[in-house]
């Protein structure tokens, strides 16, 4: 029985299914690892991660099976299939910033014994011997990839999958890696399944190479094949040409396909080309073919080595777009046609390059660049979510799928519409999607009333139409003139300062700040404190505040956040005027950017004019702040309730949190002879946060015997902030 297990296959999939929500993600997944070494290779999106999580148990399985060793591992928890002896490298390294390399090494190696032990694992990393004392925060990029590799050798697996190995790493530690794996397949006490979007690694370190397509296994090929022929990378992986890609294959041609061809006889050294020769993102656009050749590596031995043109200095992230930018006219072409084009005309005899973007759910044809069928095919359940009879419905959907592709579009310049309510809704949406600075203009009819459920917390301009957009006049020809010609100069005007900017220094990261009146002095002094260091951006905490704030830092504007002024809590528990969504956190939560938080002004719920209070609330405490806003009190009970809100949210954040907490009052009405001083009320929500707060030494809470207001403590904040950043502005100054 043990000699039977021995011989199974290393991993088995047979019919794997995964889906998120009505998006089927793994589609009939079949491969097999006997033993050794195997690579797959595809575009983003195509499910590789998604395969290593389903594998590992981190995901749902919908259908079929997965077998390591022999053994059913389907649907197990990932503890039991680690017990199996599965190791897993995750794509983004997962550390923990608060240990150090050397510990991160003996927590692992405890687990199970092995050839792999920490003195090996220096051997073949130098450079975290070198850093063994350092915490998982302070390693570079490519040092986390170490780490994280090393972690999961320690447990010395029978199956080690490995999502994305060389990503982030220096051309000689990637040579260093393709060596270890080699040398892995050829012990043969280890079997690895290895994700990669680098061709010359994939084929270098396998004998064959799966290609994985639309959440399935497309084909098994021969490594030498793959890497010798440039069309067959460009065609299959590496220039996002969809529609060229053969149709799937059954599996008797799978297994015909995996069989080694004889490869023509070359004379010297073999090319070998990097699909994505920068590291790739869910939004990454096809790589120019003279940047491809500019990367290619030269197949000299067994293992390929990075040609010195490969060595070079990286293009910039902002030069990776393709073509030159671009400027999207988008609107319903079934209704609006020719006040569109009028549009498109004129920006385009400005020089600037457009496309003109059809989001009509009516289901007509127009002539367009792209077409209205192209965007309903990015929503999650297709076009037929899109193109249905009831059109609140229609609408929605198709405000969704715009808004996912225009995420993947790369080369944005600037987005311009016109039309009446329901072109607003329609683009608005995938508008704030874009970074700030982007422009983005709205030519509509509903632009003179309220514009907030439209803009949001983005930059949006909208413009009044004055007449309906419908029809072309001598009205409606003066505002769309002065819309296109609006958007042209600011779209012309911002690729003007890039321009300027990439032959000028970085400036200094920037960190968010949120502020309310009643914490303007602690605001202030942080700012002075870090404007050294940091460009400090203050948001007020009005709801449409913390949206912004968290708009920046899900586009990758802000390095850091000081979340010193949550009261947008209140409103929202409480029924305020300016209340935060149930998302708030969220930004910080998905980017584990490094976020110092306090409680300052959760003591006041916002409302309106007095005669606008809730009457369930006639009785309370209030403290009128002008004509126009009076503030209530807020009681013990509803501090718990808020205490327990954040500390659910501060749970979920895996980047470094220190979350302050001022025992002498959280705003400068809650200060000693203030009309909101209450300590009680604010001990209720120190113990709330407190309690249900999972402290680790990554996530703290700190007590502060001071006001929020007072010097001391905006001193801490500015020194936790300082700890967990890092005085990255000081280093970049020094280097210029």
């Known amino acids: 029985m043990n000699e039977a297990r021995r011989s199974s296959a290393a991993l088995e999939v047979r019919g794997l299914d995964v889906y998120y929500g009505h998006s089927h993600a793994l589609q009939g997944v079949d491969l097999t690892l006997e033993s050794g070494v195997f690579s797959v290779v595809g575009r983003n999106g195509m499910g590789k991660t998604t395969l290593c999580k389903a594998i590992m148990g981190l995901v749902e399985v919908s259908g079929g099976s997965i077998?390591?060793?022999?053994?059913?591992?389907?649907?197990?928890?990932p503890a039991q299939i680690a017990r199996l002896g599965v190791g897993y490298v995750p794509q983004g390294r997962r550390l923990w910033r608060s240990l150090s390399v050397d510990e991160h090494l003996r927590l692992a190696g405890g687990m199970r014994s092995g050839a792999w032990t920490v003195e090996r694992i220096y051997d073949t990393f130098p450079r975290l011997a070198e850093r063994k004392d350092h915490g998982g925060g302070q390693l570079s990029g490519g040092e986390q990839q170490m780490l994280a590799i090393s972690r999961a050798l320690l447990t010395n697996p029978r199956l080690l999958i490995m999502d994305e190995p060389t990503e982030g790493?220096?051309?000689v530690i990637v040579t260093q890696v393709e060596e270890m794996l080699l040398r892995l397949g050829e012990d043969g006490d280890m079997s690895v399944l290895v994700i990669e979007q680098n061709i010359g690694v994939a084929t270098a370190i396998s004998r064959n190479v799966a290609i994985m397509v639309n959440g399935r296994i497309n084909r098994i090929i021969d490594s030498a094949r793959l890497a010798a022929d440039r069309e067959l990378q460009q065609r299959l992986l590496g220039v996002g040409l969809h529609a060229e890609l053969e149709p799937d294959v059954d599996v008797a041609a799978l297994a015909a396909e995996a069989k080694p061809t004889p490869a023509p006889r070359r004379h010297g050294p073999v090319?070998?080309?990097?699909?994505?020769?920068?590291?790739?993102?869910r939004w990454s656009q096809p790589v120019p073919i003279a940047r491809i050749e500019a990367a290619a590596r030269t197949l000299s031995t067994q293992v390929a080595r990075l040609d010195d043109t490969a060595r070079r200095k990286r293009e910039p992230v902002t030069a990776q777009?393709?073509?030159?930018?671009?400027?999207?006219?988008?609107?319903?072409?079934?209704?609006?046609?020719?006040?569109?084009?009028y549009i498109r005309d004129i920006i385009a005899e400005s020089g600037l390059r457009t496309r003109l973007v059809d989001v009509s759910t009516s289901g007509r044809h127009s002539s367009c660049d792209v077409s209205a069928q192209e965007i309903a095919l990015n929503h999650g359940r297709g076009g037929s979510a899109v193109f249905g009879p009831d059109r609140g419905t229609a609408v929605t959907a198709m405000a969704d799928a715009f808004a996912s592709w225009l995420r993947r579009q790369g080369n944005v310049a600037g987005v311009i519409s016109a039309g009446g309510s329901g072109a607003a809704s329609l683009v608005a949406p995938a508008m704030r999607t874009l970074p700030v600075g982007v422009p983005k203009l709205i030519v509509s009819s509903v632009a003179s009333g309220d514009v907030g459920p439209y803009v949001g917390p983005a930059d949006i301009t909208m413009m009044y139409s004055v007449t309906d957009v419908q029809g072309l006049n001598s009205i409606s020809r003066a505002v769309l003139a002065n819309g296109a010609n609006?958007?042209?100069?600011?779209?012309?005007?911002?690729?003007?300062?890039?321009?300027?900017?990439?032959?000028?220094?970085?400036?200094?990261?920037?960190?968010?700040i949120t502020m309310f009146g009643v914490t303007t002095p602690a605001v202030q002094k942080i700012a002075a404190e870090l404007r050294d260091d940091f460009e400090c951006l203050v948001f007020h905490a009005t709801g449409v505040g913390g949206r912004s704030m968290e708009n920046l830092v899900e586009s990758g504007q802000l390095a850091g956040v000081i979340d010193l002024t949550t009261t947008e809590i209140c409103d929202l528990l409480m029924g305020g005027v300016f209340p935060a969504t149930e998302d708030r956190f969220g930004a910080i939560i998905r980017s584990r950017l490094p976020y110092v938080g306090s409680v300052g002004a959760l003591d006041m719920v916002n409302f309106g004019a007095p005669d606008t209070i809730p009457e369930r609330y006639r009785s309370r405490k209030f403290h009128v702040h002008n004509p126009q806003v009076t503030l209530m009190r807020t009681t013990a009970d509803e501090n718990e309730r808020m205490g327990r809100w954040i500390a659910d949210r501060?749970?979920?954040?895996?980047?470094?949190?220190r979350f302050f907490l001022p025992e002498d009052g959280v705003s400068?009405?809650?200060?000693?002879?203030?009309?909101?001083?209450?300590?009680e009320a604010d001990a209720a929500l120190f113990r709330a946060l407190e309690r249900n707060v999972r402290q680790t030494g990554n996530r703290q809470i700190i007590r502060v015997p001071k006001n929020i207001n007072d010097p001391d403590f905006a001193a801490a904040i500015v020194g936790a902030f300082q700890t967990l950043f890092g005085r990255a502005g000081a280093r970049r100054r020094l280097a210029r």
């Open 650 to 657: 501060l749970n979920q954040m895996d980047g470094p949190v």
């Open 271 to 281: 090319r070998v080309y990097v699909s994505n020769p920068t590291l790739p993102t």
């Open 67 to 77: 077998r390591v060793h022999g053994e059913d591992a389907t649907r197990r928890p």
């Open 169 to 171: 790493l220096a051309p």
């Open 321 to 341: 777009a393709s073509g030159p930018p671009v400027v999207l006219v988008v609107g319903t072409l079934d209704t609006k046609g020719p006040e569109l084009r």
């Open 668 to 679: 400068a009405l809650d200060a000693r002879g203030q009309p909101f001083w209450d300590p």
């Open 486 to 512: 609006a958007l042209a100069g600011m779209v012309k005007a911002r690729l003007e300062a890039r321009a300027a900017t990439t032959r000028e220094p970085r400036g200094l990261p920037s960190v968010g």
